[in-house]
């Protein structure tokens, strides 16, 4: 069995979680996720934690016991405390701005980037050269931000772009006559 499965999810209060016909739900204070369960895992609810198996001895049943038991520990902590990823803009000129659900980006290009946030997506902008993207899904939070950052991806000379607030970009050393 996945060592990793056989730790139960706790599950604190005010969040209710319904596993039913392959799909496992989980409302919170934040809000609310569902993903589809893997047919090989049994989930239980033991009143207030949830215990992950694998149905069978296959390789596969193992290894998804393990993945679901992480998957639905996220979806927990996303709807109690939520997920962030912080982006900064480095650069000269490099500004953004957040209208609604909107990001309007000036990233050195002829033109402004606007980029749309899926719905359950929320971005703030505290200074013109910060980002701050959260939500309650992990996976979606992580996937707008690696969008975001795609706009401008820090380049190796002067690391310009945009970038993760713990990401450390490794500088190259320019050509020498």
Known sequence: MSRIAKYPVALPKGVDVNVASGQISVKGPLGTIARAADPNVEVKKDGESLTFRALGNSNHANAMSGTMRALVANMVTGVTRGFEKKLSLV???????????????????????????????????????????????????????AEVRSHRPPEPYKGKGVRYVDEVIVLKETKKK
Not at 102 to 119: A, E
């Open 91 to 145: 650069g000269v000129g490099f500004r953004a701005q957040a209208q609604g659900d909107k990001l309007n980006l000036t990233l050195g290009f002829s033109h402004p980037v606007v980029h749309q946030m899926p719905k359950g997506v929320k971005v703030v902008t505290p200074t013109q050269t910060e980002i701050v993207i959260s939500g309650v899904d992990k996976q979606l939070v992580g996937q707008v931000a």
